[in-house]
Each structure stands twice: as C-alpha cells, then as structure tokens.
C-alpha cells in the first residue's frame, strides 16, 4: 500500500491570530500563506507522483473534515485531480478542550488547577499519554487512528484501494505512524511535529520520511 500523509497548510492558529478570534478547532481556516504552501507543494507532489509513476486514476483521498484540512485538500487536488475524496472523523486533530485557543503561557494562569494536574501527568507519565483537561492525549487519538486503519485495509483486501493521499493534522499524523510501524511512545517523544504542507511517504511497511521538506 502506498501512502501520502500530509499535514494541513498554515492556518490562523499557526500564526496565533485565533487567540482572539476564538473560533472552533473545526472552523479555523487557513492564511493565505497556508492555500499558497498547499497549491505550491500541490503542484510538487503531482510532478513527483509523476516521475514514480503512481497511477492517480486508482488514488483515494482521505480527509480530515475539519476547515483548513478540506481546503488543504482542495489546494492540492487542483494539480492532483483525485475523484474518489473522502472524510473521517477519526483523522481530526487532537482535542484540547479548556485549553483550546488559549496561548500556552496562560493555561496555569486562566485554569491553574487542571493545569497542575496536567503538568504531574506530564511528569509522571510523558506527553504521549497525558491527557489535556476535557480533551485528548496523543493516546486518546492513536486509539481513534487505529479505528481508521481498519477502514483503510479492509478497502484494499475487498476493492483493491492501494494508493492513498490523507490530508490531516499534526498529532494525528504522527500517531498513524505510531500505529502503522508499531513505533513505541518513546519514539512519539522524540518526533517532531511537521510543518505545514509537509508529506510523509509510506511505501508498504517502509516509512520513507518527509520528502518535501
């Protein structure tokens, strides 16, 4: 199975202009640096698609069916041409609950007791498996990546589905990989988040990194 997991372009949390705004994690758009990184890196990826010779006309999309990763989506798809997209909602982005849209330097000011519990998890059990306050850890949502695995393999054993492009986020990226490659919490510790509209090439059971950094 071949696999493109990409992450969404900038959007107006990246840059922090959501910390007034205040919209809803699903609702947030991209800048318009974030539909120019997706057309931009749109038109790599079809070329690159090309010169492997990886049949588009056999290709799924899955997308996460939050704002900026449908838009993501269609940036890309403009050079890709993909008929066959479709959402879950197991690909959406970590849930942050109280601390959703709150710059990080005032969680312990604005919620000072659940930011003390969340830091002695930090402590005590690691960023992959403590849990932010009425959200999610990266646990919560490799558990959800694991639901979406299956989807994905039964449609190769029953239609023969092989070549995938999934638009998603940064979390949820790094967990499918943790759950694809059966790579531990430890190594979930040490990966980085990608930037924006970067792609991670997954050719069978061979992670072959970010090839458009």
């Not at 890309?76 to 066959?84: V, Y």
């Not at 039964?154 to 490659?181: A, E, M, V």
Request: with cysteine.
């Amino acid at each position: 199975m071949h696999i493109f997991l990409i992450r969404h372009g900038e959007s107006i949390a990246n840059v922090g202009d959501n910390y007034v705004k205040r919209l809803p994690d699903h609702l947030v758009p991209l800048t318009e640096e974030g539909i120019r990184q997706a057309k931009e890196n749109g038109v790599w990826l079809a070329q690159y698609c090309k010169e492997k010779g990886i049949d588009l006309s056999k290709a799924r999309i899955w997308r996460s069916p939050f704002l900026r990763t449908r838009q993501t989506c269609d940036a890309f798809n403009e050079s890709l041409g993909i008929t066959d997209i479709r959402e879950d909602i197991t690909l959406t982005e970590q849930q942050f609950g109280l601390f959703d849209s709150i710059p990080y330097e005032e969680w312990g000011e604005r919620y000072p007791n659940e930011y003390e519990e969340y830091e002695r998890q930090m402590a005590n059990y690691g960023k992959f498996y403590a849990r932010l306050p009425l959200g999610e850890s990266p646990f919560d949502v490799a558990i959800r990546i694991h639901q979406f695995l299956g989807t994905i393999h039964r449609d190769y054993q029953k239609h023969g589905i092989d070549t995938l492009f999934i638009f998603t986020h940064g979390t949820t990226l790094r967990t499918f990989l943790l759950r694809w490659f059966h790579y531990s919490p430890e190594w979930y510790h040490e990966e980085r988040n990608p930037k924006n509209c970067w792609i991670r090439e997954i050719d069978g059971h061979e992670d072959l990194g970010y090839i458009n950094k």
